[in-house]
């Protein structure tokens, strides 16, 4: 009850200088019957919670229903229900400590915020040591994914592009790797061409494979400095792994990744499984719409999911178009060639398993 009445005051006294209007006290001290009508005294803080154009409000509005107004350096909330006054003031103490942190909010940031609900949902977060900000998952199922990682010693992301599998996991590992939490990063993906043959690369064996592994330098470096990334390198906390090349090997305490695991055969599928050592974590991301295999059915992603998906100690965590989050006009393209292949894929027994394990793993 004190850590309750702390916590209220220590509100009270950094938030806010006045609550006005029609008002009954509700729990925790938040002030709720009408409307909510919040005072700041710093305009910095207000602009900072607002976001460009009110872009931030717009958000809240939108997914809390009721109306928002920002006026002076008051923010006035009214027409919802209690559970969305509730969510409104959770909100807007997130938003609150983010600007007094020096971070600028953004709308794709409040989106996220609103998406999870839970306790559960919140503990998703992943904050990463000299990053460039806190990463939110922006739905259910990502944070389900982030929960799966975390409990997990091997996790399966699976979905179509721009769902975040990839990001996710890269935030995630450098979480573990740059908080002392694991010794390092392992990288692997197949090396397999998406429809055209790229011929001879020049250069190193780091070098050949550097194109095939840009989708998860580019996560990393929309999440952390570059010197920290060259840092990494330099100590050998990233390591380049080819797939072809794992065999035999055992990977003890380290994060590894094996992006694009539609493409792997199912040997290198086991293979790659049974590199997994003491103290290891293992995420497995793949796309199975989009399978570059002379065979579709040769897919190691594929036959991993109708054989594992039993297996005690395995997360499959799986991804929607719903969960897009880059180009609005992604989630339509998407949608458009699934909606176009779907009678096709009725017949396939394979993507019949597939389906019949997803909500059921996203249960748990």
């Not at 953004?106 to 460039?132: K, M, N, Q, W």
């Not at 390092?184 to 055209?196: D, H, S």
């Not at 989009?290 to 100690?313: K, N, T």
Request: with cysteine; hydrophobic share 40%.
């Amino acid at each position: 009850m004190g850590a309750i009445i702390s916590e209220f005051l220590l509100y009270l006294t950094e938030a806010l200088t006045s609550i006005s209007g029609k008002h009954k006290l509700y729990t925790n001290g938040v002030y709720l019957d009408e409307s909510i009508t919040i005072v700041l005294d710093n305009r910095d803080i207000l602009s900072g919670v607002c976001g460009a154009n009110d872009g931030n409000l717009k958000v809240i509005e939108g997914s809390l229903g009721g109306r928002i107004a920002a006026r002076g350096n008051e923010i006035r909330f009214e027409g919802a229900d209690g559970d969305g006054q509730r969510r409104f003031k959770t909100l807007m103490e997130n938003l609150i400590a983010r600007v007094r942190e020096g971070e600028n909010p953004s709308p794709e940031y409040v989106r996220a915020l609103t998406g999870l609900d839970t306790p559960a949902e919140e503990e998703a977060i992943i904050h990463i040591p000299h990053g460039f900000g806190r990463v939110y998952p922006r739905s259910r199922n990502q944070a389900a994914y982030v929960r799966g990682m975390r409990k997990y010693d091997i996790s399966f992301g699976i979905g179509p592009a721009g769902t975040g599998k990839t990001y996710l996991a890269v935030a995630e590992a450098l979480r573990l790797v740059l908080a002392k939490k694991m010794r390092k990063l392992v990288l692997t993906r197949p090396v397999v061409e998406a429809g055209e043959s790229l011929g001879f690369l020049p250069g190193d064996l780091a070098q050949k494979i550097n194109p095939y592994l840009r989708p998860l330098y580019d996560a990393m470096e929309s999440l952390v400095p570059y010197d920290i990334i060259h840092r990494m390198e330099e100590t050998r906390a990233i390591e380049i792994a080819p797939l072809a090349y794992m065999r035999g090997r055992s990977l003890n305490d380290c994060v590894v990744i094996l992006d694009e695991a539609q493409n792997t055969t199912k040997e290198q599928m086991k293979m790659f499984l049974t590199r997994i050592g003491e103290g290891a974590r293992a995420v497995v991301t793949g796309d199975i719409t989009q399978i570059d295999l002379p065979r579709r059915a040769d897919s190691g992603l594929l036959h991993a999911v109708s054989v594992l998906s039993g297996v005690e100690g395995l997360h499959f965590a799986y991804l929607h178009t719903a969960d897009v989050v880059r180009n609005p006009l992604v989630k339509k393209i998407i949608q458009a060639y699934e909606d176009s292949e779907r009678p096709a894929e009725r017949g396939r027994q394979s993507d019949q398993n597939w389906r019949s394990e997803q909500s059921r793993a996203n249960e748990k």
